[in-house]
């Protein structure tokens, strides 16, 4: 039997509905109605999360994975995720947990001091929220966030930024780094690939780089949709304005996969065009994703151009930074490297 655990954020309205206040879909439910997100449900007027303490997929990943790039290289992270999400992403790779309620699929029964207990046996210096978006378990998030700082652990949410700013605000204190997807850089192809809108998923990048929570962003680059360069520049204009130029931008291979097999994988020549632009426009550390071998895998130091991060896929093979700067000519490399 799945956890259920009041809500932390939401409103009473009139004749027993509620307000659920957590992300931007804003959900009104009336008494035994769930939300989209499949993981809040209005009982009796008050508002439940059931996506708590049953994670459906855990595991230990290279931080990598995540992907980050410039946090804790070649360490561990403890993965965790419940099912749930509160997009409805057109191209989910995770689609079979994101789409299902948490009593819907196998779960494990893992607490947050069982989370924190896996990971330190595990030898992983992080957890990881991740694989679903973790706005949808938000409050098992929020106790085991609180509980590994307590012990030592980083936590890193893996998240497409759709959350409402109170209740990120109260996240973020515990948070040490995060990977946002932003998903394009139009409105328009939000509301129709992914169900949601751009201007909050830009509200928390502002608002974790506040906080000091290092921050990583991933731009899955779509055939006929998300591959228009101009909107790419944009976007990267856009981030070193607000002051992003040092946070590695993740473009991102697309394959077909849930709703759009119809659409081909990237071309590796649209991700290396799409680096070019970002470095014309200030972009300090362009990353090529799901191109395994590629060397714009790894890291460059923008001042002298010699590779300062060897990775092939989740592997890192060689790290030329000593005390956050490049071995080859002493430029500060932004970044966690210990």
Not at 27 to 44: A, D, K, S, W, Y
Not at 204 to 222: S, Y
Not at 268 to 273: D, N
Not at 305 to 311: I, L, M, Q, T
């Amino acid at each position: 039997m799945t956890h259920r655990v009041v809500a932390k954020y939401w409103q009473i309205l009139d004749s027993d509905r509620v307000r659920c206040t957590l992300c931007p879909n804003n959900c009104v439910l009336r008494p035994g109605q769930m939300g989209p997100c499949h993981t809040r449900i209005n009982e009796n007027g008050v508002l439940y999360s059931i996506a708590y303490a049953n994670p459906v997929a855990v595991h230990v990943d290279p931080i990598e994975k995540k992907p980050l790039a410039h946090f804790l290289p070649a360490s561990l992270a403890f993965s965790i995720s419940t099912a749930g999400c509160n997009l409805a992403c057109k191209n989910c790779q995770n689609w079979e947990i994101s789409q299902a309620a948490p009593n819907e699929l196998p779960f494990y029964e893992l607490p947050p001091a069982g989370v924190v207990k896996q990971a330190l046996e595990s030898d992983c210096r992080s957890i990881a929220y991740t694989y679903t978006d973790p706005t949808a378990f938000y409050e098992y998030t929020l106790d085991t966030a609180r509980l590994a700082r307590e012990h030592g652990l980083k936590n890193i949410i893996v998240s497409a930024g759709y959350i409402n700013p109170e209740p990120l605000h109260e996240l973020a204190k515990y948070l040490d780094a995060a990977n946002i997807d932003l998903k394009s850089f139009d409105d328009r192809i939000y509301r129709k690939l992914n169900s949601g809108r751009l201007l909050p998923v830009l509200e928390t990048l502002k608002i974790l780089k506040e906080h000091g929570v290092w921050l990583e962003i991933t731009n899955l680059v779509i055939p006929g949709y998300t591959d228009d360069m101009d909107m790419i520049r944009q976007m990267c204009r856009w981030l070193v304005d607000n002051g992003f130029a040092d946070n590695p931008l993740h473009f991102s291979r697309f394959h077909p996969s849930y709703k759009l097999q119809d659409v081909p994988s990237t071309p590796v020549s649209t991700l290396e065009k799409a680096i070019e632009i970002a470095l014309e426009e200030g972009i300090k550390y362009p990353l090529i994703g799901n191109v395994w071998g590629h060397e714009r895998e790894s890291t460059f130091c923008p001042h002298c151009g010699k590779k300062v991060v060897s990775r092939v896929g989740f592997n890192v093979t060689k790290v030329n930074i000593t005390d956050g700067k490049c071995d080859f000519c002493g430029h500060p490399i932004a970044g966690v490297w210990s």
